[in-house]
Each structure stands twice: as structure tokens, then as C-alpha cells.
């Protein structure tokens, strides 16, 4: 299958826009994060639940990550079907976690995680108009809730 100029352009648009979502994350960069996503966008996120608007989740994530020290989205495997002005990605993100137990005392585990996004194209390009999270935990501490 021979892809246009068109649909190679739109994948790496849609490519650079997962990643830049990832980056917004560990660098708490809340106006990044807003960026990557339409104005009504809906989040169905493994940790802070369904049907989260992007104002939700900036409040979410704001308060959840205050005793991360490091976290580090790293995507791959990436499915990407496009129709038109609309796509539907399946993304797999591998993420370790180190959390500030306290008294000079650090813990990592990790969070494995499936993104699968309804994508639009935009006056301002590609955006994530939904997302469902589904995902797993290794090692996290039984004490420990991002909520």
C-alpha cells in the first residue's frame, strides 16, 4: 500500500502530537497539555476515571503528581487509521513512576498503559477529541493513590 503525501503528513502531525502530549505530562506543562487536545474533549482516564474534561484533568494531574519526582511517558507501537479530518489511534505508553516517599526516600514502579484517541483535524491541526485510558500498575505501593 502506497500512502499520499497527504496521509504522511497527517501521521507524523498525529505521531509529534502523542509525543508532545507525553512531554506536557512529565514537564507539568498544563498549557502543553491543553494543546494537545480539542476545547470539548473527553477523558476516560485509568486513574481519575470517565467523562473528564481537559479542566478536570489538569486539576487531577496537578494534585496527583505532587509526590512524583520523575515520571516518564514513553510511547510506542502506535496504530493510526485516518479518514478524512478524523483518525482513531491505539498508542502503548511504558512509564515508570519515582515517588518522594518521605525522609530522603524515593520508590519507583511502573504503569502500563493503552491510550486508544478519537482524533480531529483542527484549524490548529491534529487534537485528541477523546481518550480512553486502560492500563495496569507493577510494584506501585499499596499506600500510594493518584487520587
Known sequence: MTMSLQEIADRLEIEQLLVRYCH?????????????????????????????????MVTFLSRALERVV????????????IDGDTARAKTVCHCPVVLDRGNGEARMFFQGLWYEDQLVRTADGWRIARRAETGYFHDMPSDFSFE
Open 70 to 81: 520523575v515520571i516518564q511517558h514513553a510511547i510506542s507501537t502506535s496504530r493510526v487509521d
Open 24 to 56: 506536557a505530562i512529565d514537564e507539568r506543562d498544563w498549557a502543553a497539555y491543553r494543546a494537545v487536545y480539542t476545547a470539548d474533549a473527553v477523558i476516560d482516564d485509568v486513574t481519575a476515571g470517565p467523562g473528564n474534561s481537559v479542566d478536570d
